[in-house]
């Protein structure tokens, strides 16, 4: 290695990679158990990942509006995953929802509530009645990390370390023994042992150009786990929102916020024409916002095509027929943060469009949240399979409390039985061929239009075979090996490491996607436009002789 500093080398009892919802859960319940604990992520702790972006509302049976019970919530999971889910898993989420909830209320997190103490819940898309908790106008996922940041800081002996870029999880007989990587502020090699190893990284929005999550999220954890012999599954569904915020800049606030209020205000949608054209795609809205995502999405897009999208590539959204006063009752202080971003929805439009949001696929674990691999856990938008085909509204930050904390407390059990580390090398493996010249940040740039115009919200065979072939040109333009480490803080290696996870990823995505010839839930084909009963199963991704290949 070039450079001053000499490789670092740690040793843990559990080791979390990614410090988000889920990873600080995990961190949490590991440390409660007992075992020694590393939280690790390639951004500040607890700042990074989507649960921070997010300014939405939390599902659980509560039952404080009105009654319900954690079944309840199970079925309308179930159904929105198309057939889908794993019922261990999501049933996991339902059922121990609530214990999530109250516990972060304990650790002050600020839920609203009635003046009788109540929890409110609304009713969010999906849900049979008010069931989905908040904590005040577009502010819950920023309070949930801060309630976890300050509970992750007070449990003395956890080390939290943050930007660490993992490069490889490291297998020494059968089982994953820690991971290697560097060190993102000097370039020193960083490896750390670990009787047991939680991939917490979230999920893979930033295969897209348009994305609302956060831009580590390019699927690290799924590369990570697949190359040290993990299974993926539902890697073909990936969750679009219709009316993501495009334009102008708007500046620390969720892109996905317009969704609440086009339903409660009636939003329209124009096209560059000054038309509303819902009503073309064979939905009557009559003055309200009824279209479903899919429709919405379609129509978008179909309106771009077409010409009349807006400037920017997308639509407008409209509430300019809405009373100045309704909107303040609406959107409460939210017109004072638009305002501050020089938007006045009285006055202007704003142009939305369709953006990947979540994904459903992931890390393939069993109901302890392990995987095929000894030693190697998965939690939070990192796992596959509990969504199905499509992922309820407000089930994301459950998942991440529930599954962090159940996989924290599964690999605490894992490494309390150890008695030894199998791995002390802190070298760095390098590969054999030479870097290639290429511009590895140009590539990823590729990569993501590629994403946006051939494994998008609609597919087709001939996009998905187009998508795969520019895949493995943009592979073989990478090259086998990073750049040398020669400072700290060293983009154009950071981003070489992101293109190899982001072009495995996206192969895996291409390739379920075309395999699976029908649509269903947020997979839509639109040479096989309805659902196929044949098609009702999970597709498993293995990596063989470091060939995708895929399984049922």
Not at 54 to 71: F, H, K, L, N
Not at 76 to 91: F, H, I, S, V
Not at 387 to 406: D, K, P, Q, W, Y
Request: glycine residues 10%.
């Amino acid at each position: 290695m070039t450079g001053k500093h000499e490789p670092t080398h740690l040793e843990t009892g559990v080791l979390i990679v990614g410090a988000g919802a889920a990873g600080m859960s995990a961190a949490i319940a590991a440390h409660d158990a007992g075992v020694a604990v590393a939280l690790i992520d390639r951004s500040l702790i607890g700042r990074g990942g989507a649960t921070v972006m997010a300014q939405m509302t939390v599902a659980a049976a509560i039952g404080d509006e009105q009654p319900d019970d954690w079944r309840h919530h199970l079925a309308d999971t179930l159904k929105a995953g198309r057939g889908l889910c794993d019922e261990r898993l999501a049933g996991l989420l339902c059922e121990r929802g609530p214990q999530a909830i109250r516990q972060m209320g304990e650790w002050k997190v600020g839920w609203a509530h009635h003046s009788d103490g109540r929890l409110r819940q609304v009713e969010a898309p999906g849900h049979d009645r008010p069931r989905c908790v908040y904590v005040d106008f577009l502010n819950t996922g920023p309070a949930v990390s801060r309630s976890l940041r300050a509970q992750v800081q007070r449990r003395a002996g956890t080390l939290r370390i943050g930007d660490l870029c993992v490069t490889d999880l490291v297998v020494a007989d059968g089982a994953v023994t820690g991971v290697r990587g560097f060190s993102m502020s000097d370039g020193r090699s960083v490896s750390i042992a670990a009787h047991a190893t939680i991939v917490a990284t979230g999920g893979l929005t930033r295969l897209y150009k348009r994305n609302s999550a956060s831009a580590n999220m390019g699927g690290d954890g799924y590369a990570l786990a697949l190359r040290a012999g993990a299974d993926l599954i539902d890697m073909e569904f990936v969750q679009f929102f219709p009316i993501g915020h495009l334009a102008p800049r708007l500046v620390g606030m969720d892109p996905i916020m317009w969704d609440p209020f086009r339903y409660k205000l009636g939003g329209q949608l124009l096209n560059s024409e000054g038309r509303a054209f819902i009503d073309a795609y064979d939905v009557a809205e009559d003055g309200r916002y009824k279209a479903t995502r899919d429709v919405a999405t379609y129509a978008i897009i179909k309106e771009v095509e077409a010409g009349r999208g807006s400037p920017s590539g997308g639509v407008y959204l409209s509430f300019r027929h809405v009373p100045a006063a309704r909107l303040r009752e609406a959107f409460g202080p939210v017109i004072d943060r638009l305002a501050a971003n020089g938007i006045d929805l009285t006055r202007d439009a704003v142009e939305v469009a369709p953006i990947a949001h979540y994904h459903m696929g992931g890390i393939r674990v069993d109901e302890n949240f392990e995987t095929c691999v000894k030693g190697l856990f998965a939690a939070g938008e990192a796992v596959g399979g509990a969504n199905g085909a499509n992922r309820l509204s407000g089930n994301a930050i459950t998942e991440a409390l529930v599954f962090g904390r159940c996989a924290g407390l599964s690999a605490a059990a894992r490494a309390a039985k150890a008695r030894t580390y199998a791995w002390r090398d802190a070298s760095e493996e390098r590969a054999a061929s030479q870097s290639s010249t290429q511009n590895p940040a140009a590539l990823i740039v590729a990569l993501q239009a590629l994403m946006d115009r051939s494994v998008g919200p609609f597919r087709n065979q001939a996009g998905l075979q187009n998508a795969l072939a520019e895949i493995a040109s943009l592979r073989a333009a990478l090259g086998d090996a990073p750049p040398e480490a020669l400072r700290g803080f060293d983009m154009r290696r950071l981003d070489w490491f992101d293109a190899r996870n982001m072009l495995l990823v996206a192969e895996c995505v291409a390739q379920a996607a075309l395999a699976r010839n029908e649509s269903r839930g947020a997979h839509a084909r639109e040479d096989f436009p309805v659902p196929d009963p044949a098609f009702s199963f999970n597709q498993i991704v293995r990596l063989k002789e470091n060939r995708v290949v895929l399984g049922r």
